[in-house]
């Protein structure tokens, strides 16, 4: 499966509202973690975490879509799955993300031809977008908000029309995220009991 790959802080997101790849959500209920404000703008725009990479890793899907037609770009792409280290301390506590939980969802070009490679894919070095959503049940209605990265400057949230909103709170197996994705996670949902089969 192949799709179009378009990034942009004003733009819809192919990764969170089309349905290509695995979006992020989050949802939980504890207080937002020293710094959550910083996090934006004086207009609520989301400044972009510099270091998420350092952030626990939850998942990576590769050309994962969620409609029998999607789009096609021709090429493989991975998807990588990121959530603030504190927000991860408390969902293994609680089962639950909490208020102030960040996912960064990082989509990379995907190679099958380099160094000794003879089959399957491997990540390239070339990102083709960065996706956010942010867990802030004072800032947002219904307690979260989708965000599309682009470069370091500040991004403004999809609005709440696009269609990655409604898909998570049909489809999230916990707090409206895609944490059926996500193996770790689900174990430790599983455990807690706050697990949902969808």
């Not at 403004?156 to 696009?162: F, G, L, N, V």
């Not at 990655?164 to 994705?181: I, K, M, N, S, V």
Request: glycine share 10%.
């Amino acid at each position: 499966m192949r799709r179009k790959i378009r990034s942009g802080s004003d733009s819809l997101s192919p990764l969170l509202c089309a349905g290509l790849l695995p979006c992020l959500v989050l949802l939980g209920a504890a207080a937002a973690p020293p710094g959550q404000a910083d996090r934006f703008t004086a207009d609520g725009r989301l400044r972009p975490p510099s270091d998420y990479r350092e952030w626990v890793f939850l998942s990576s899907g590769l050309d994962m879509a969620y409609t029998d037609n999607p789009a096609t770009t021709g090429h493989a792409v991975f998807d990588n799955v990121f959530v603030d280290p504190a927000s991860w301390t408390a969902f293994k506590a609680t089962g639950h993300w909490p208020d102030g939980t960040v996912f960064i969802l990082e989509n990379r070009l995907g190679a099958s031809q380099g160094s000794i490679n003879r089959q399957g894919h491997f990540q390239s070095g070339e990102v083709l977008g960065l996706e956010a959503h942010v867990r802030d049940t004072t800032r947002f209605k219904g307690g979260w908000g989708f965000y599309a990265l682009n470069g370091d400057g500040p991004a403004r949230m999809i609005d709440r029309t696009a269609a990655c909103y409604a898909c998570h709170e049909a489809h999230g197996a916990l707090d409206t995220t895609f944490t059926q994705f996500y193996p770790v996670a689900r174990a430790i949902a599983v455990k807690a009991g706050t697990w949902q089969d969808r």
